[in-house]
């Protein structure tokens, strides 16, 4: 299993520009989740799946757009990208949130984007 | 508020030092789960807990329900340990983890 992987690793995008961050699970897990990951912050959710087809807004949703069309895609888009969504982006994914073990989230490497 | 606070921010240990991390939360949890980032940015999941204690070769984690607190120990502390140490709590209200910043841990040989 490559468990969770994601593209492009490293990205510098201009104002204003836009592009799709790739996230692909292996694992068949149901939950899958969107992390920013700022300098000194705590790593932040921007929008996370419970399925196929079911998506909902974390804590910092603003400026970004997802789609779950399949169990193992999940992919995030940044409309207009402004410096402020310069960040480390980490995706995750657990399998469902019934017993205890099914919690634990399992993270891709990440992608570390730039906008100037 | 869900906040998740960790403490210390920064800590440097001597190699065998026995390191402890602390994890405080808010309000009540179903889940608390420590982390650990390498210095490449990868995030690995070290324990997920409820109650009581876990055990997973020199890393030890405890949660106190009653004082909403969890601690990470490391005992006989290697280079290889140095790290960044995160805690996360999935509160009783909600469905997605509060993060806390991250405990920076370097080990000198």
């Known amino acids: 299993n490559a468990g969770v992987t994601q593209t492009p690793k490293f990205r510098i995008l201009k104002i204003g520009q836009s592009m799709t961050l790739q996230c692909t699970q292996d694992m068949n897990h149901n939950y899958m989740y969107w992390y920013r990951q700022d300098p000194g912050m705590g790593l932040k959710l921007i929008y996370y799946?419970?399925?196929?087809?079911?998506?909902d807004k974390g804590e910092v949703p603003n400026g970004y757009n997802v789609s779950r069309s399949t169990t193992e895609d999940f992919p995030l888009r940044l409309e207009l990208a402004a410096p402020s969504q310069t960040s480390v982006y980490f995706c995750?994914?657990?399998?469902?949130?019934?017993?205890?073990?099914?919690?634990?989230?399992?993270f891709g490497p990440g992608t570390r984007l730039t906008v100037t | 508020k869900n906040e998740v606070e960790q403490s210390p921010q920064n800590l440097t240990a001597q190699e065998e030092e026995f390191i402890t991390i602390n994890c405080s939360y808010s309000?009540?949890?179903?889940?608390l789960h420590w982390l650990q980032q390498h210095p490449g940015g990868g995030i690995v999941s070290l324990f997920m807990?409820?109650?009581g204690k876990k055990k997973h070769g020199r890393l030890i984690a405890t949660i106190n329900i009653q004082e909403k607190h969890s601690s990470l120990h490391i005992t006989a502390s290697h280079p290889r340990d140095s790290a960044v140490y995160i805690c996360?709590?999935?509160?009783?209200?909600?469905?997605?983890?509060?993060f806390g910043t991250g405990t920076s841990l370097t080990v000198i040989p």
């Open positions: 995750a994914s657990s399998p469902y949130q019934r017993v205890l073990t099914s919690y634990e989230q399992y």
């Open positions: 807990l409820s109650s």
């Open positions: 309000v009540g949890i179903s889940a």
């Open positions: 996360a709590a999935l509160y009783l209200t909600g469905n997605q983890f509060y």
């Open positions: 799946s419970v399925g196929a087809g079911i998506t």
